[in-house]
């Protein structure tokens, strides 16, 4: 039985203020988790860049 895929792309900016990265990446995880997302796929060219977080659930 072959699945189904749908995709979500989330990026997230570094912030000077307030929580840190980590911190908002578990939330944005977490809450994505609560819907049926799954990480596939995480990256980040720099520490200055956008960390990108590339997501699938079952359609």
């Known amino acids: ?3 189904r895929w749908i995709y979500e792309v989330v990026e997230l900016s570094p912030n000077m203020l307030g929580p840190s990265m980590a911190e908002r990446l ?13 990480l ?5 060219v720099n ?7 590339i ?4 359609a």
């Open 26 to 38: 578990r939330e944005e995880l977490d809450r994505l988790g609560r819907d049926g997302w799954e």
């Open 40 to 44: 596939v796929s995480a990256n980040q």
């Open 47 to 53: 520490p200055f860049d956008q960390v990108r977080l």
């Open 1 to 3: 039985m072959s699945s």
């Open 55 to 58: 997501l699938k659930k079952e």
